[in-house]
Antibody
Framework: VPLVESGGGLIQPGGSLRLSCSASGFTFSNYDMNWVRQAPGKGLDWVSYIDSSSGNIYYADSVKGRFTISRDNAKNSLYLQMNSLRAEDTAVYYC????????????WGQGTLVSVSS | QSALTQPASMSGSPGQSITISCTGTSSDVGGYNYVSWYQQHPGKAPKFMIFEVSNRPSGVSNRFSGSKSGNTASLTISGLQAEDEADYYCSSYTNTNTLRVFGGGTKLTVL
């Protein structure tokens, strides 16, 4: 599996957490990356996108102003800084590679669980 | 509420064919040939199945095919097999500020 997420855990509402995604087996700096989340028993929910050079960044309206996506190409790593966490942010967070073909996500990590609860 | 509309559940018998629909708008599905499909088994990460409406990545069975008409995309699975039982999600590029949208997912049961 070329993508491995870490950093999830139990956090109180209003708290902060930083997720990491470590990439291997491909030239990370050549690919745009995404975070996608899935609440328990629910569907996939796109969170954020960053292009290969960090020049273009997008967020879902639900996380805009609270989450920050970033990457370090020298470390083959993708990050998601999550602030002001809410109960509704509880989900498995996946990092996913943009395959370069029609805005599709060709590789996904196994996910890391974020639980926001008091 | 998801941006793209899929049936919540579908079922079929082994050997049959089923078609899962994914309805959007002219801002996403109807406006671009950037629809992709993903398969997800319980407790697993999604798997990439179709890109650009109808193209299969290397390694994906040719029993899976995609198409689009207007604002509705479709995933057809022919010759249903037990291992096809999973959740299926469509996704599309969108020209709104959200960039990418998913469907709510379809739970496929192989009877």
């Amino acid at each position: 599996v070329p993508l491995v997420e870490s950093g999830g855990g139990l956090i109180q509402p209003g708290g902060s957490l930083r997720l990491s995604c470590s990439a291997s087996g491909f030239t990370f700096s050549n690919y745009d990356m995404n975070w996608v989340r899935q609440a328990p028993g629910k569907g996939l929910d796109w969170v954020s996108y960053i292009d290969s050079s960090s020049g273009n960044i997008y967020y879902a309206d639900s996380v805009k102003g609270r989450f920050t996506i970033s990457r370090d190409n020298a470390k083959n790593s993708l990050y998601l800084q999550m602030n002001s966490l809410r109960a509704e942010d509880t989900a498995v967070y996946y990092c996913a590679r943009d395959g370069g073909s029609g805005w599709s996500l060709d590789y996904w990590g196994q996910g890391t669980l974020v639980s926001v609860s008091s | 509420q998801s941006a793209l509309t899929q049936p919540a559940s579908m079922s079929g018998s082994p050997g049959q064919s089923i078609t899962i629909s994914c309805t959007g708008t002219s801002s996403d599905v109807g406006g671009y040939n950037y629809v992709s499909w993903y398969q997800q088994h319980p407790g697993k990460a999604p798997k990439f199945m179709i890109f650009e409406v109808s193209n299969r990545p290397s390694g994906v069975s040719n029993r899976f095919s995609g198409s689009k008409s207007g604002n509705t995309a479709s995933l057809t699975i022919s010759g249903l097999q037990a291992e096809d039982e999973a959740d299926y999600y469509c996704s599309s590029y969108t020209n709104t500020n959200t960039l990418r949208v998913f469907g709510g997912g379809t739970k496929l049961t192989v009877l």
